[in-house]
């Protein structure tokens, strides 16, 4: 297919455009995740904390792929950032897929306050070096919680997954990551729905004969970042994957980012100490 990939820094590479299933339920994601294959998707985004990594196991399975074509990232749940629990955490997650290994595998949340995200970092260095997940990083790290990794650690993050949309271009962040290959993964690509009626992107996209969801998740293609996008609808699914037959002008590109009102749908990573 044409979906481009991306070379992380420690050699390996991830396809840009992938599926996520946060908020598919159990009893969908297999038919979801399926879906998602046959129409061409060969990156999968899921977490422990979603509650469906049996399920997209199953799908991949199911779909008669090769395991090695299909990428496959998951998260550490909240609950385990202690070193042991974040080691055993992360052999439930490769049980629950039936994998022998993950692609990707990310701290879900840095939790400043609930205790040291270094030490993770260290659990997530030797799950790396098992081999037994091919490419660790983390998710909704803030430069000055990344930089608290590369002083005190030795394995820079693969990755760095944050919320990113045309209301929250992310600027700062994105430009820490470039500095340092961190490769970018945009959360929420579209605002789960909510640029889709923007004036800016709807006249874009009937310029150009796409539809506002597209227009979105090219925007993000041609800046670089990795996205993943949900939806359980078949038709948007084939939608949100037809992405390489068309291009954003720099005029196009700079309307799109002039967008940004630093408005998040998520939780901001400073204040966020959640555990289920
Ligand atoms: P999203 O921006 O992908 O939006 C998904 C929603 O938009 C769907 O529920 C659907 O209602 C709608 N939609 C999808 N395609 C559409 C289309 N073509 N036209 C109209 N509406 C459409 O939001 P998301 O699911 O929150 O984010 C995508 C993925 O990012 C998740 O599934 C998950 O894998 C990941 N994520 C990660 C974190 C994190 O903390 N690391 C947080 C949230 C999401």
């Known amino acids: 297919?044409?979906?481009?990939?991306?070379?992380?820094?420690?050699?390996?590479?991830?396809?840009?455009?992938?599926?996520?299933?946060?908020?598919?339920?159990?009893?969908?994601?297999?038919?979801?995740?399926?879906?998602?294959?046959?129409?061409?998707?060969?990156?999968?985004?899921?977490?422990?904390?979603y509650g469906n990594e049996k399920e997209v196991g199953r799908a991949v399975r199911d779909s008669g792929l090769p395991r090695a074509d299909v990428f496959?990232?998951?998260?550490?749940?909240?609950?385990?950032?202690?070193?042991?629990?974040?080691?055993?955490?992360f052999d439930r997650s490769l049980d629950d897929l039936g994998f022998d290994y993950l692609d990707l595998f990310l701290i879900h949340w840095p939790l400043p306050a609930v205790g040291d995200f270094v030490e993770t970092w260290r659990a997530m260095e030797e799950i790396y070096r098992s081999g037994r997940a091919k490419a660790v990083g983390v998710s909704n790290f803030q430069p000055h919680h990344l930089r608290r990794l590369l002083d005190e650690t030795e394995v820079v993050p693969a990755v760095n997954q944050v919320e990113v949309h045309p209301y929250l271009t992310q600027d700062a962040v994105?430009?820490?990551?470039?500095?340092?290959?961190?490769?970018?993964?945009?959360?929420?690509?579209?605002?789960?729905?909510?640029?889709?009626?923007?004036?800016?992107?709807?006249?874009?996209?009937?310029?150009?004969?796409?539809?506002p969801a597209q227009v979105t998740l090219r925007w993000h293609l041609q800046r670089g970042d990795i996205v993943f996008p949900k939806s359980v609808t078949r038709s948007r699914v084939e939608e949100n994957f037809a992405l390489f037959d068309f291009e954003l002008t720099p005029d196009d590109m700079a309307a799109v980012s002039g967008l940004n009102r630093d408005e998040r749908t998520g939780p901001d990573p400073d204040t966020f100490n959640w555990i289920p």
Do not use: C
């Open 174 to 211: 994105r430009a820490f990551d470039t500095e340092h290959g961190i490769a970018t993964e945009a959360w929420s690509p579209i605002a789960q729905g909510k640029v889709l009626d923007d004036p800016v992107i709807t006249r874009i996209a009937q310029r150009l004969g796409r539809t």
């Open 1 to 49: 297919n044409a979906v481009p990939t991306v070379a992380l820094n420690n050699g390996t590479t991830i396809p840009q455009l992938g599926f996520g299933v946060y908020q598919i339920k159990p009893a969908d994601t297999v038919a979801a995740t399926l879906a998602a294959l046959e129409v061409g998707y060969r990156h999968i985004d899921t977490a422990q904390m």
């Open 72 to 89: 496959v990232t998951s998260k550490l749940n909240n609950g385990f950032h202690a070193h042991d629990d974040a080691l055993k955490a």
